[in-house]
C-alpha cells in the first residue's frame, strides 16, 4: 500500500505565492517520476510540472517562470512552489507518482488533492 497525501493549499490573493508539498508513504521500494497536475472548474485535469528521480523537470507552458517543481528523495517528498498566482490558478491539484513497491510492483499513485483559490 503506498499512499500520497498533498498539503499547502488555501486561499491567496492575485500576485500571491504558495508551497504545495506531497508525501509518499508506505511500501515504497523507489519512486520515479513525480508530478504536480491540476483541475480548475469546469476543466479537465491538466500537467502541471513534473519531475524525475534525476531531477529533470518539465512545465506545462501556462506556469513556466511562476512554478517550480523540486522533490526531496530521501524524504519521499515534492514540492511545488507557486509565484505570481492569477485566478486562472485556481484548481484542486493534485500529486502523481510512478512508483515501485517492495514487491517490485509498478503502481501509478494519486493524491487526494488540495485546493489552492487564488481570489481577492
Known amino acids: 500500500q503506498v499512499q500520497l497525501v498533498e498539503s499547502g493549499g488555501g486561499l491567496v490573493q492575485p500576485g500571491g505565492s504558495l508551497r504545495l508539498s506531497c508525501v509518499a508513504s508506505g511500501s515504497i521500494f523507489s519512486i520515479n517520476d513525480m508530478d504536480w497536475y491540476r483541475q480548475g472548474p469546469g476543466k479537465e485535469r491538466e500537467l502541471v510540472a513534473g519531475i524525475t528521480s534525476s531531477g529533470r523537470t518539465n512545465y506545462a507552458d501556462s506556469v513556466k517562470g511562476r512554478f517550480t517543481i523540486t522533490r526531496d528523495n530521501v524524504r519521499n517528498t515534492v514540492y511545488l512552489q507557486m509565484n505570481s498566482l492569477g485566478p486562472e490558478d485556481t484548481a484542486v491539484y493534485y500529486c502523481?507518482?510512478?512508483?515501485?513497491?517492495?514487491?517490485?510492483?509498478?503502481?501509478?499513485?494519486w493524491g487526494q488533492g488540495t485546493l489552492v483559490t487564488v481570489s481577492s
Open positions: 502523481k507518482a510512478d512508483v515501485r513497491n517492495i514487491a517490485r510492483t509498478t503502481l501509478v499513485v
